[in-house]
């Protein structure tokens, strides 16, 4: 069975300055998606970003960008230039290519806080 | 955003009292699901439906059942509210056009005393 780990409960990062959040998962697949969602604290469920394993080059959505280890099976998300609005609840998450419905499954999050 | 809604936003019930939760999208999307959130879990798929009157369970449908007789209302139903299912809902949309990328509703906090 596919599962996804976070392995940082708890990180903080200073205002204006980059962060990383990590994320590995396990797969017997080839071809699956993985995701980043952020979830602030009024509860929303947000996309970040979206990687399709077959796709080599790293996707990236302004300030965020992810490190794609394939190999490796690891996901970790970058925040580049961080902001008092990116504190929240971050959930790394994995859906492979073969079931007929979007079965996500999801870390248990990293909660990262932003210092002034 | 999205256009999909969930109700009610908040619920406090007593344990053994039957609890329905409504989600009603406005997006003609395929799939809808029911996740519940917990503390050191993220989220876990409790039931999902892929049409009209098709369901089938997740990985955490024991004391769960849900309906879904109009492709844009997806109701999950407790049928007897017990303590563990104290949790915060939330139901998704996807369509799967373009690969899995499923948009949430705003959650319902329920409590279960």
């Known amino acids: 069975a596919q599962t996804v780990t976070q392995s940082q409960p708890e990180m903080s990062v200073q205002e204006a300055e980059t962060v990383t959040l990590s994320c590995t998962y396990d797969?017997?697949?080839?071809?699956?998606?993985l995701f980043w969602y952020k979830q602030p604290p009024s509860r929303q469920m947000i996309l970040v970003i979206r990687q399709e394993a077959y796709k080599q080059q790293n996707a990236t959505e302004n300030r965020f960008s992810v490190n794609f280890q394939k190999a490796a099976k690891s996901f970790s998300l970058k925040i580049s230039d961080s902001q008092l609005g990116d504190a929240a609840m971050y959930f790394c998450a994995y859906s492979d290519m073969k079931t007929s419905y979007d079965k996500v499954i999801f870390g248990p999050g990293t909660s990262l806080s932003v210092i002034p | 955003d999205a256009g999909i809604t969930q109700s009610p936003r908040h619920k406090v019930t007593e344990t053994g009292t039957p609890v329905t939760l409504r989600c009603h999208q406005t997006?003609?999307?395929?799939?809808m699901y029911w996740y519940r959130q917990d503390p050191g879990h993220g989220l876990r798929l409790i039931h999902y439906s892929y049409g009209v009157k098709d369901t089938d369970k997740g990985e955490v449908s024991d004391g769960y059942s849900v309906s879904r007789s109009k492709t844009e209302d997806f109701l999950l139903t407790l049928e007897s509210a017990t303590s563990s299912q104290t949790s915060v809902y939330f139901c998704?949309?996807?369509?799967?056009?373009?690969?899995?990328?499923?948009?949430f509703g705003q959650g319902t906090r329920l409590t279960v005393v």
């Open positions: 998704a949309i996807s369509e799967l056009v373009k690969g899995p990328s499923a948009f």
């Open positions: 997006e003609n999307h395929r799939y």
């Open positions: 797969t017997s697949e080839s071809d699956y998606y």
